[in-house]
């Protein structure tokens, strides 16, 4: 999408954003019967990078869309190969939203994907 990229631009002109690419392949899409463990956002990307900012992540993810509410397929958040378990994941009820690393173990449980 075209605003994409002035978004990435500001974000990295504010720090929130690393410039450190990784960039995806192109024939992940076609490389088997999209019927293994790879989900949709791995299957669709362009690159991937880190964003520090809750407030920017959600924007991105608000731009970049997908259900968020109404739907029982959730398409995954992290990169299966460099998630940390203190990612902040998203709320069970907004997917553009991250969970509050702050709260506690049961709020998360009850609120947040795991």
């Known amino acids: 999408r075209d605003e994409l990229v002035p978004m990435f631009v500001q974000c990295y002109l504010e720090s929130m954003c690393t410039f450190n690419l990784y960039i995806m392949g192109g024939k992940i899409p ?7 463990a790879l ?5 669709h990307e362009g690159f991937q990078t880190t964003v520090y900012d809750p407030a920017w992540r959600t924007k ?6 997908g259900p968020t509410t109404g739907s ?11 998630a940390s378990p203190d990612y902040p994941t998203p709320l ?11 709260w506690s173990k049961e709020e998360k449980e009850t609120k947040c994907f795991s």
């Open 30 to 36: 076609f490389a088997d019967d999209g019927m293994n």
């Open 39 to 43: 989900p949709s956002h791995r299957r």
């Open 60 to 65: 991105f993810k608000q731009v970049i869309g």
């Open 72 to 82: 029982k397929n959730f398409p995954g958040a992290l990169d299966h190969n460099h």
């Open 92 to 102: 069970k009820d907004d997917w553009t939203k991250d969970c509050d690393p702050s």
